[in-house]
C-alpha cells in the first residue's frame, strides 16, 4: 500500500460545479499536510495547507479527518483556471524522506 | 525574480555522460531539496540540505548521484553515468525552517527535464 493515495482522475467536470477529492495516507504519525497545484510541465505550488480545524481559501475548503486518516479539498464554482493536477502532500516531521507526495488528481473543467 | 530558479532548464545527454543541475533557492532560505519526478507521479525525495549539510538521501539516490551545497546557498545535483532510467524532472525546493510554526511550506523551482538518449 503507498503511503499517500489519491484518486488519479481524471475529473472532468462543467465550470461552476463543485467537486472534491480525498487523499488518504497511511501514517497516523503524520503531522502536516498540504495541497499543491501543477500545471502540466510546471512546477508544483502550494495550494494550501491543512489544518485539523479545516480551513478556507476564497472558493477552497481543505479538510483533514485525523481518525480515518484522510484529507480532503473542495473547490466550489470551479473555473476553467481551475484544470490542473492537485497533490497532496503529508509530512510526519520525523525525517525529510518522510514528505510524501501522492501522484495527483487531474482536474479537467470544461466549458 | 526571487524566487527558486534552475539551471538548465532541459538537458539531453547520451547514456554514459555525466550531468550537473544547479539550483539557487530563495535567499533567505536555509533548507533545500531535490526531488525526482516522472510522468503521471508526484515527486520523489532525493535529499536536503539545512545551510550546507547534507541531512538526509533517499535510497533511491543511487552512488551515480552526488549532491552539493557548499556555501549554503546555491546546490548542485550530479549524476555520474547517466541511464535512460534517470530520465525525467528534476525539482529543487527550498524553505524557511523553523518558519515559527511547525509547517516546512517548500517552494518549487522550475525543474531541469532530463533526457537521457
Known amino acids: 500500500r503507498k503511503e499517500v493515495e489519491q484518486d488519479p482522475g481524471p475529473f472532468n467536470v462543467p465550470e461552476g460545479a463543485t467537486v472534491a477529492f480525498n487523499c488518504t495516507y497511511s501514517n497516523s504519525a503524520s503531522q502536516s499536510f498540504f495541497w499543491y497545484r501543477q500545471d502540466c510541465r510546471k512546477e508544483p505550488k502550494l495550494l494550501m495547507s491543512?489544518?485539523?480545524s479545516g480551513n478556507e481559501d476564497g472558493r477552497f475548503t481543505a479538510q483533514l479527518n485525523r481518525a480515518s486518516q484522510y484529507i480532503s479539498l473542495l473547490i466550489r464554482d470551479s473555473k476553467l483556471s481551475d484544470s490542473a493536477t492537485y497533490l497532496c502532500v503529508v509530512d510526519t516531521y520525523s525525517s525529510a524522506s518522510k514528505i510524501i507526495f501522492g501522484s495527483g488528481t487531474r482536474l479537467s473543467i470544461r466549458p | 525574480d526571487t524566487g527558486v530558479s534552475q539551471d538548465p532548464r532541459h538537458k539531453i545527454t547520451k547514456r554514459g555522460q555525466n550531468v550537473t543541475f544547479r539550483c539557487d533557492p530563495i535567499?533567505?532560505?536555509?533548507?533545500l531539496y531535490w526531488y525526482r519526478q516522472t510522468l503521471g507521479q508526484g515527486p520523489e525525495f532525493l535529499t536536503y540540505?539545512?545551510?550546507?549539510?547534507?541531512?538526509?538521501k533517499s535510497r533511491l539516490l543511487s552512488d551515480r548521484f552526488s549532491a552539493e551545497r557548499p556555501k549554503g546557498s546555491f546546490s548542485t545535483l550530479e549524476i555520474q553515468r547517466t541511464e535512460q532510467g534517470d530520465s525525467a524532472m528534476y525539482l529543487c525546493a527550498s524553505s524557511l525552517y523553523p518558519s515559527g510554526g511547525r509547517t516546512d511550506t517548500q517552494y518549487f523551482g522550475p525543474g531541469t527535464r532530463l533526457t537521457v538518449l
Open positions: 535567499s533567505e532560505h536555509n533548507r
Open positions: 491543512v489544518y485539523s
Open positions: 540540505f539545512q545551510n550546507e549539510a547534507q541531512l538526509e
